[in-house]
Structure formats: C-alpha cells, structure tokens
C-alpha cells in the first residue's frame, strides 16, 4: 500500500475520530460539575478514581510522539533508543513516594499548579513565577510535537490537502480541523474530555501494540528473523574505552533525568492532582508500570521495521523524504496491516496526539491563570474570571503550537523539547525537595534555577542541539553525562551557596506538617 489515499482507511480512521469527538462534548455532562470554577474545569473537580487517573496519566504521557519516536530512534540508533523503557518503569517509586505528599497539600489549600504550592511554601511570587514561566515554555514543544506525530499519519493516510489562508499561505487542512475541534471540546468539557477520551486512546493501543508483535512477527519470520535483520552494533550499548564510559554511562544518565524530570511537567501535576485521593496515586504507581510494557513492545517496531525494509521500499520514498525515521512505524503499518486496521492503528497514533495536547494546554492555562494573571495582573479575579481566562488561554496555546509546526520545521520543536526537558528538570529543588524540607531560601532556589537554566542551555547549544548528552571531562576520563542532571547538579549548588550567604530566613510558610499526609 502506497502514500495514496484508501477509502477504507480514511473510513475507519474517521469514523474512531468522530467517536472521540463526541466523547469530548458529551464529557461536560460526565461528573456534571460548575465548569466556571478552574477547580472543575481544569482539575475535573478532583474526582478521578483509581482506572480513570490511570487512563488519563497513561493517556498524558505515552503520546503519538512516543508511538512513532521511540520505535524511529529504534530503527535509526537501535539498542540507545530503549532508554525510555528503564526510565518509565524506574520513576513510580518517586511517584509513590512524593506526589501524594503533593496532593495532600495541594488538596488541603486549593492549590492547582505545583507554583501554586511553591508560592504558598515559600512565599514568594517571584520563585512561584519562574516555576510556572519554566512550565508553560517547556511544555509547549511538547504540544508542538504531539501535531508532528498527526502529521505523520495524515501524511501517511494520504490525507495531506492544504488550505491557503491568507497570510499563513498553503496550512494542512485535517491538522487544522483535527485541533480546531480539539480546541472546542477542550474549551466547553476541560479536564473531562481528554479523561473520558483517554480511554477509547489507551485501548486503540493496546489493540494495536499486540497485533503488532503477534501478526507482524509471524509475517515476517519470527522475531529471530527480526533481531538478525538488524545491524549487529544497533542490538547493543557499544562498550567502554580507556579514555570514556561510553554510551553506557550516558543512558543511564538520561533514564536518571528523565525520570526526575517526567512528573514535574504541569500536564503530570495536573493529571495528579485531579485525583480524589492520595490513595488513588499511590495505586496508580504500582499499576501504571503496565504502560512501560507497552512502550517496550512499541520500541520493538523499530526492529520489525528494520525486518520489513520500508527503507528501501519506493513506496514509501516520500515519507522517509518528509519526516526521516519518523516515518518507519506509519510505514511498517501500512506495509504489514490490513487496510482497516491501518486505520484502526493510525486512529490509536492520532487520538494518542489528541489526548495528551488538550492536557498539556489545560495546564498551561492554569499556570498563566493562577500564577501569572492572578498573581500579578489581577489579583482580585474572581473564580468565574479565572476559569474564563484558562479557558481562552487553552485555545491560544493550542494553536500557538499549530502555528509553531506550521510555520517552522519540526526540527525546531525536537530541539526546543530537547530543552524543555532540561528546563524542566530545574523546577525539582523548588517543587519535589521542598515537599520535605524548606531548608533552601526563596532567593537561593531562584538563583539556582537561574543557573541550572542557563549551564543547561550552554551545554546543549554547545552540542549544536543535537544531543543533550554532554561529555564530561575529569582527570582524563570522559563521563557522557544527560545535561539535565549537570544543570541540575549546578542549580542545587548555587541554591545552597545563597541560602548559606545571605542567612535568607523564607518567608510565612502558609503549609503545616500535617498538610502533607
């Protein structure tokens, strides 16, 4: 099957979409609860039990960029692009541990973003503003790129007319009117909708992800036939060396800060603190390694992949031309599957888009509400004005993100993430440690941030964005090293040396030991 478009493709495919549409304006009337309150609407009123807290989490972060980049550095890199898999499942012990210390909290002031908490421990707008500014620019290549795991599939679907809108020139027509109605749903149900979506999402993958590693491998051999198919260097970490540790220490590095880094992101926080108990989190953490089960086997299509030789196929020339190894899941699905289940696949990869971008921009709403509009535009908002405000602010988000991939290349937004991630990292000694300790002072946590930020960011730019692994040098000896724990590791010293300078007492602490269990 080539680029060109199928009917029944194209019927299942819209057919799933128009299901998840529905779902996301009848989700208003789901729990039905005061959506003029930014309680309600972008928390979901804090009523999310144990199955749909772990849809929603699950659904927020395994995105369509996780089903077609993690099998695509598979296929490009091999063995390196499994480091998602130790990261995911080494990270809910963190989660049992502290986030219910956060939604304790969170539960007992009202708070709605974790700048919320950070204000009210510390007392200070301005660390609250920095956290919440780290949040919302971090997260919104993330968004970015949830519109480039859509575009692949449209692309692939043959779906790819384009509109000329004055001003913009030739924009893809089904992305536009993908998040246009994205945008309409998520402004009428809030949190609701992509929470009751979630579920149809995380079992179009589920179905997918296990024909996958049942009918493919029997197509093409068997996974022995697979694993031979692969170059020999890309079904291992190339080994130590006398003058480095080798890509060893640099993957375990990454998985390290990336676990650090995954649910400080506000769409986490947010997916968190919609639950309606503690209990509820810590249930979700021993539950939710389900997902990286999942992810394994997703990274396993970059192999079959790699079996099925869509790189040498000519029908497939233009995909691999337009979006690099982007383009191998898309392509091993439509070579392998049958017409409707390309569908049914390629439904899982744009619903799985659709998900986790209305979350990411409900929680960047709440952040510009809480910690940016009120805390310094207007300050005597009322509730209804904070809910109307995060309401506007999620569409404006939205398609900010739009505008971003359609104007720029998707490059700018993977090296922009690759950013966020280390960016994001830098909140943790102001959000995680003082959910334990207010030890460090307001303006030692600021000036670390300040630091992290920019020892984070000069390392990347020194790699020319094309690597956020930074090799360090000691005694003769190179450590590849994920930037984000050596920003980090800069930012807790700075942190420290200031708090112990200026003898900096913090501000009212507005929280009591007993808010947090």
Known sequence: ??????AVTLTVFLGLFALVTGLGFVASRW???????LDEWGLGGRRFGTWVTWFLLGGDLYTAYTFIAVPALVFGAGAPGFFAVPYTILMFPLLFLAFPRLWSVSHRHGYVTAADFVRGRFGSRSLSLAVAATGIVATMPYIALQLVG?????AAMGANFTWNIPGFGAVDAPLLIAFTVLAFYT????LRAPALIAVVKDLLVYITVFAAIIY??????????IFDAAPPQNLTLAPATPTSLGPQFGYATLALGSLLALFIYPHAVTGILSSSSRNVIRRNAMILPGYSLALALIAMLGYMAIAAGVRTDPAYAEGFAAFGNNFAVPALFLKMFPDWF????????AIGALVPAAIMSIACANLFTRNIYKDWMKPDCTPQQEASVAKIVSIVVKFGALLFVLELKSTYAIQLQLLGGIWMIQTLPAVIIALYTRWFSPIGLLAGWAAGMIAGTVMVWQLALRTSTYPLEIG???FPTYAALLALAVNIAVAALVTLLLKEKTKVDETVPGDYT
């Open 476 to 478: 003769g000896l190179t």
């Open 1 to 6: 099957m080539s680029m060109e478009p199928n």
């Open 187 to 190: 402004y009428s149900s809030g």
């Open 150 to 154: 859509m575009q692949v599939v449209l």
């Open 216 to 225: 493919i491998p029997a197509k093409l051999g068997g996974y022995g036939a």
């Open 31 to 37: 729990r039905a609860g005061d959506l003029s309150s």
């Open 342 to 349: 390309v569908g049914v696949a390629f439904a899982a990869i």
